[in-house]
């Protein structure tokens, strides 16, 4: 039968009612076989393409097909789109080829340009054709305002699906066009608040994701003076919604209330409380609170975020927690009110919950905003035996940024920790981890625990220490720990405390990978386990900064003893390069210091340097470039070990460590380019100190700084690929890595940037501070910069609006051939005027050149007085470009000179 039918219907339809009804039996068939409903599909799909066809009735037996068949609704969905497109379609057969089409079905070519054409499918009496052109509206290339008006006016159609897939183009439309109509964006914004309170559950959450975006527009374009107060509305106006009795859309709330980056303290405390504040009760904002009250109360966001950590579903609670999470780093006060909470979520039935509570903890500790309170402490330790390793990690995690402030709340972390261990041997290298950074931040609780339990960390009679015990390893590591903050009048742990640690090394140094290797933490006990109870931290000075005292001492008398002759000075110079030189080699033994964290120690012996070698700073000239270098290098490596340490804790807020980075960033480009006569060995040094430098911002700072750390990083191995090509350089196993991090040529893309940054972490494992030799002579380029008879009693006069002319004095020590010297004149801090200064009007030779000049200052403001600062600065060659402009830097400056105050007063007539 089928094989007469399919005779019937032959290769090539000719669409008579024969052939028709011969087609629609062999479709409507359920036997029918797939090559024959294949060949037939296929024979209409070719007939689609003639403009002569009738499209009407091959349109309908492709859709029986798609619905008989589903197996080839996907193909019949792909023809009739590319159908659609076609310029011969006559407009009648659009809206039947448009419900051939599935809805997740894309456009695969750019589609309706002619807006007639748009417009009349928009408004076609269809439904599934109207809803089909709003769900693809952002392929359509037409213009903005068209777009909008359109997709504003469904949001009117009487059917709900129209009017959520109107309002989710308006959303669409917010991320991809930038509408600057202020009348257009509150129009939308507030037909969306309207449509909250729709009966169609999808209308009213498509509405909370318009109200959310075009809510957030609204507020960037307002002014600082209403910026505030848009904010407080927006927050509000979603905080209705989290009531709502769908649990999507009541989790779409928060996620939107989430996104909100500005919101008055008063607003936020008031949704943890179920009274009204006074601070809020007499506010009212513009929006909907009922479908006919067009004013909110700010005490409708009373009790929503408890509202939501006691909804029935664990989506709400986790999406609530989430956007307490976000919303916590605003207020310092809120913050605390959200921990408060956050332990009460500790106890929820849903691990997703208690896990997102977890990490709301830890995003505010981060922050420093987590207090606890001895009555809570208890219910979050209780986490740390909890069956899902993840809660326990996270719980770790938090625990550790947390600083107590009693010797009993201390106890009881770590007892705690010991008790996670016993239960789960799995976890102790991450215990580890954690008592060791909360025995950094607390030496005076460890030294009394410890002592307190130093015979029970002994060995036995026989001479055997129960080492299997979780508690006696644990202890160890808590006694590691703690030389690393204890301050030098507190007594230190027994040192046989640290030879029983040697006999764990293998066990323990797997937990402080982050800090340390085997080697260099032996080195560490071994040393440890011969000082005296009472002089532990002075005999661990003493041994790093005693190789040099006689030395010095010795220099000191040389140096004192004057007249000196010739041949005395030669001497003297020789001795104190000498000495300059035990600096340098002593200061790379520091570095197994700091990654034990003893920054105590570090920081006195630095300190006690710099104080010795500044006795000799203003003596030979010969030797005066190699000791301010030396000085200077110290105070890098100063800077360097507070930010090692302090990153392998992470217990600041990021902004300190951006003044940090920011010193240490300056510093390095300082010795970079101010010291002539560097060779491409000690470049390199300080170009892999820079290398370092960016990468731990990157590590600390995550995703927020990692593309502008990405773009350093690359500028500053550029550089290295310059020196390799110009001379014989040997790069390090750290430089190497990160080589391949950065070019991608390790698998860097696995997880986008995440994954990137434990690339990053990973090679900074490879970094040690390596001995720099310093070349015999080393000259520094120096400024001086006066400006005779000026100050606040004798100003300099000028006319406001017209040029005033600065006379300067410079004197330029030490220059660099091909150097590019600028004035840099500042009125406050907005305006700035640079001056180029040519080197060839300066009189001398480069190693003195003077010059003197009248400035000229173009922007004299309309006042009675005013000062300016002037500074000399130099461009950075190799750094980055700023500006093509010939009266401007075209590269990043370092200042020379501390910035003179010149004052101007107005002339009088």
Known sequence: ??????????????????????????????????????????????????????????????????????????????????????????????????????????????????????????????????????????????????????????????????????????????????????????????????????????????????????????????????????????????????????????VAAFEALGTIQNVSEDILLQTLSKKPLAATKDKNYRGQYTAKLFKIPATAAAFSFIHGLEDEFYQVRRSACCALQKLAVLSAKFSGGVVDRMMDMLNDDAVVVRLQALITLHHIAMNGHFTVEASQLQMFLGTLIDNNA????????????????????????????????????????????????????????????????????????????????????????????????????????????????????GRVSCGLVDFTDQSTLLSHLTRCSRFTIASSSESLEGEVQGFHSNHVQFLRKDAECSPLSLESAGLLNLKVSNCLEIVMQKTVDLWSLVQLGCMNEVLQTLRSWKEELKFFSCGSCQLSGVMTFVLKYLHVIKLLAKIWCETSLHFREMR???????????????????????????????????????????????????????????????????????????LSDFVIELQKVVSGEVDNFKDGNTHRLSLLKKSLSLFTLKHMVLAKELKYLDVKLDISDNDFQNPYPFIPGMPVGIPLDITLSNISNGSRFWLVINLGEKCTQFVFMDLDEFEGCNKLRKLTLVAPFYRTPKVKHFSLKVSVAMECLFEDHYSGHSNKPKHELIHLCKGKEVHLSMTVK
């Open 390 to 505: 993840l809660i326990r990690s996270a719980a770790r995690k938090s625990l550790q940024l947390i600083k107590l402030q009693k010797l009993a709340m201390f106890k009881s972390c770590i007892d705690s920790l010991i008790k996670n261990m016993e239960l789960y041997p799995e976890d102790e290298a991450d215990i580890f981890n954690v008592l060791y950074k909360i025995g950094r931040t607390h030496g005076k609780y460890v030294t009394t625990i410890i002592n307190g339990l130093s015979e029970e960390l002994e060995p036995s009679f026989d001479g055997k220490l129960d080492s299997n015990k979780a508690r006696t390893a644990a202890l160890l590591v808590l006694a590691i720990s703690a030389p690393v903050s204890l301050e030098r009048q507190i007594c230190s742990i027994p040192p046989q405390i640290y030879s029983c640690a040697v006999t764990l090394l």
């Open 1 to 250: 039968m089928e094989q007469r039918l399919l005779a019937d219907v032959g290769r090539n339809p000719n669409l008579s009612p024969k052939w028709t009804d011969a087609a629609l039996s062999l479709i409507t068939n359920p036997y029918t076989s797939d090559q024959t409903l294949f060949s037939i599909s296929e024979s209409l799909i070719l007939q689609l393409q003639d403009a002569d066809s009738d499209h009407r009735k091959i349109l309908s037996l492709l859709y029986a097909i798609s619905r008989h068949h589903p197996r080839l609704r996907l193909r019949i969905a792909a023809a009739s789109q590319s159908f659609i497109y076609l310029p011969s379609t006559p407009t009648s057969s659009l809206p039947h080829a448009i419900s051939l089409i599935e809805p997740g079905h894309s456009a695969p070519i750019a589609p309706f340009a002619d807006e007639s054409l748009f417009l009349s499918l928009c408004f076609w009496n269809c439904v599934k054709t109207r809803r089909w052109m709003l769900r693809n509206v952002s392929d359509y290339r037409l213009r903005p305002s068209l777009l909008l008006m359109v997709l504003l006016g469904l949001t009117k159609d009487p059917y709900p699906y129209i009017k959520e897939a109107a309002l989710d183009g308006l959303v669409m439309l917010c991320n991809s066009v930038v509408v600057d109509d202020r009348s257009l964006i509150e129009g939308c914004y507030f037909r969306a608040a309207e449509l909250l309170f729709d009966a169609d559950t999808s209308v009213r959450g498509a509405a909370v994701r318009v109200v959310s975006k075009w809510g957030r527009l609204i507020q960037a374009m307002n002014p600082d003076t209403t910026h505030g107060d848009w904010s407080d509305a927006l927050f509000v106006q979603l905080c209705i919604m989290v009531r709502d009795t769908d649990m999507e859309i009541r």
């Open 656 to 730: 300190v460590y951006d003044a940090l980075f920011g010193k240490m960033e300056k510093r390095l480009k300082e010795i970079l380019y101010r010291f002539v006569g560097l060779g491409g060995q000690e470049k390199l040094h300080i170009l892999e100190l820079m290398l370092v430098t960016y990468t731990l911002k990157a590590y600390c700072g995550g995703i927020c700084c990692f593309d502008d750390c990405m773009k350093k990083l690359n500028r500053v191995l550029f550089h290295v690929e310059c020196l390799q090509k110009e001379g014989s350089v040997e």
